[in-house]
């Protein structure tokens, strides 16, 4: 066996303890979980009242959108954001960097930004476990407007767009969480970044009905491939060239976010020496 090949399967062991460990701390607050995903599905309601009232009013569709087909885009909008968003990634991360815990890191030959991906995995399979079961249940009580798509490459696509949108958001996390290597407080420019996710990520409504025009710039920012554009794909909204293009784009951002984490930790754990910790 090669000099690499077992430095290869020594780093997978040191991970995959780091992933375990992870899950066993993250499995400790599974009803603070369940209870957040309970509550976080309250504003569906409002979000069924609301949309009832506007094709109502109507009488028709919007933008290719009926009643059923919204209801339909929010419930996969719960789903996709309870597996890819981080759970309070960036709160921890900060404190790390601002009590000096980096410090029993930094002295072992192990990459902070892989320890932090794996802890952020766990998280997601932790949280991913025990929400769905209840996000099930909402998916069986509006089963009337579920559509499952007929295309198996659909779910393909999906999948791959769900994990690059993951990882999308955790280096997006990631590198704001190193700005407590300047700053002493994050919290404003965190609901800042949040707020353009939110609005921007297809959380508030669907970016597909906005005009045109916005659409095409939105199109270029990392904030549409967040959330949207998976459920999107799901949904069958894109013809094959606005496919291709989508996905294209996504993996750039992804690229794009790996290597902005990466150079903001650099950057960062030089101020941090620069200031003697």
């Not at 909402?138 to 499952?148: Q, T």
């Not at 939105?218 to 998976?230: G, N, Q, V």
């Amino acid at each position: 066996m090669s000099r690499g090949t077992i430095k290869s399967r020594s780093r997978l062991t040191k991970y995959a303890s780091v992933f375990n460990i992870g899950l066993q701390n993250t499995f400790v607050y599974r009803w603070n979980y369940f209870l957040r995903a309970l509550f976080g599905l309250i504003p569906l309601a409002g979000t069924v009242f609301l949309w009832s009232a506007i094709f109502k009013e109507s009488g028709g569709g919007l933008h290719g959108y009926d009643y059923g087909t919204m209801i339909y885009y929010y419930l996969l909008v719960i789903l996709v954001s309870n597996l890819v968003v981080p759970t309070e990634d960036d709160w921890q991360i900060a404190a790390d960097i601002r009590d000096g815990q980096i410090n029993a890191l930094l002295t072992k030959p192990m990459s902070y930004l892989a320890y932090r991906t794996s802890i952020f995995l766990s998280g997601r399979l932790v949280y991913s476990f025990v929400t769905l079961p209840a996000i099930a249940l909402i998916f069986i009580y509006f089963r009337r407007f579920v559509v499952l798509p007929t295309d198996p490459m659909v779910y393909v696509l999906t999948v791959i767009s769900t994990v690059m949108a993951a990882f999308i958001q955790f280096f997006i996390t990631y590198s704001l969480a190193m700005f407590a290597f300047w700053i002493l407080e994050i919290s404003t420019i965190v609901f800042i970044v949040y707020s353009f996710e939110y609005f921007l990520g297809g959380q508030m409504f669907p970016i597909d009905i906005m005009p045109p025009a916005v659409q095409a710039v939105m199109k270029w920012l990392p904030f549409y491939y967040e959330l949207f554009f998976p459920v999107a794909i799901f949904l069958g909204r894109f013809k094959e060239p606005e496919l291709v293009q989508g996905l294209a784009i996504q993996a750039g951002w992804l690229l794009f976010t790996w290597l902005w984490a990466r150079y903001m930790w650099q950057r960062g754990l030089g101020h941090y020496q620069a200031v003697g910790g």
